[in-house]
């Protein structure tokens, strides 16, 4: 078994950003067209995403830009971007599309001018036009608004909100979910020994390992002081047992050091799936809780079910 690469301590941040102008493989001064959220549930307020070909709104967790408000269709309307112009059109929405004050025709597109407000639910999409400056501030609003500031993963309730519709997914297309609760061991001791500095560093650099062995699979989150949970979409408790061993494995073997100062903590992980071990949201979040206690009881520094 070849030995996991070192995760380097570094403030970097921006390779967890929910969305990026790299992503949409336009080079700066091409990414012009873009999306905030001004108004709406509080998980999505302050999403933001840059436009290029076709881009759709709704409550699918799988769409460009999913949306946590109930009374939104799970595909509700589309922005395209076609010869330097962008459009809006309703994708034939249960509760329509609003541009402005005017509810759009199912079908119809109609431009976008720059400030123009894009109302689906209770949700107030702004459309702008965006130069050079305003895509850096953009980027970083994205990473103010969404991102944990010292682990770089996203926040507490942009995971709640992508976990829940990630969960009626699930349940609809009757596929699995894994979830994963995970804590670190020995903090308490770091802090004590070497003071909150160092266990600070700690709390990033497993919370940057946790986010590289997620990745695209799913979303991860730190749910407050050295807690973290993570959920893996369509991947069964098989698999989610495999993502936990990887990311026990890392912690254990990585070489954390700062200031000269070798720390080694080590992170227990408890791991549950839909539809095994629960059939609510709910009750996933208390079968992978319980599990990860098991873990702790069994001598830390491992993964349990």
């Not at 994205?142 to 926040?155: E, H, R, S, Y």
């Not at 590289?212 to 979409?233: K, Y």
Request: aromatic share 6%; hydrophobic share 40%; glycine share 10%.
């Amino acid at each position: 078994m070849s030995r996991p690469r070192r995760i380097r301590h570094t403030t970097e941040t921006t390779k967890l950003i929910r969305v990026s102008p790299e992503e949409t493989g336009l080079r700066p001064h091409e990414a012009r067209g873009s999306l905030v959220v001004l108004q709406g549930p509080e998980a999505d307020i302050g999403l933001h995403r840059w436009l290029h070909g076709t881009v759709v709104l709704g409550r699918d967790p799988l769409a460009d830009m999913p949306l946590d408000d109930v009374r939104i269709s799970r595909h509700h309307c589309a922005v395209n971007f076609e010869g330097e112009r962008y459009y809006v059109e309703d994708l034939d929405s249960t509760n329509g599309t609003k541009l402005n004050a005017t509810k759009l025709k199912p079908g119809r597109r109609v431009e976008l001018k720059p400030n123009d407000r894009i109302t689906l639910g209770s949700c107030v999409v702004k459309f702008a036009l965006t130069g050079e400056v305003e895509l850096d501030y953009h980027a970083q609003m994205d990473a103010l608004v969404g991102t944990d500031d010292l682990t770089g993963l996203i926040v507490k309730r942009r995971f709640d909100a992508d976990f829940a519709r990630s969960f009626e997914a699930a349940v609809s297309e009757r596929a699995p979910l894994a979830l994963l609760m995970l804590d670190m061991d020995g903090l308490k001791q770091i802090n004590d020994t070497h003071g909150h500095p160092m266990g600070a560093f700690a709390i990033a650099t497993v919370g940057r390992i946790i986010g590289a062995v997620v990745s695209s699979h799913g979303a991860a989150c730190r749910l407050g002081g050295d807690e973290f949970a993570a959920f893996l979409r369509g991947q069964p408790k098989s698999v989610g047992m495999a993502f936990g061993e990887s990311i026990r494995r890392w912690v254990h073997e990585n070489h954390f050091e700062k200031d000269g100062v070798v720390i080694r903590p080590t992170i227990s992980i408890g791991v549950a799936a839909f539809p095994d071990d629960a059939a609510t949201g709910e009750d996933l979040c208390k079968r992978a809780d319980e599990a990860l206690y098991r873990a702790k009881r069994a001598g830390r520094d491992r993964v349990a079910v």
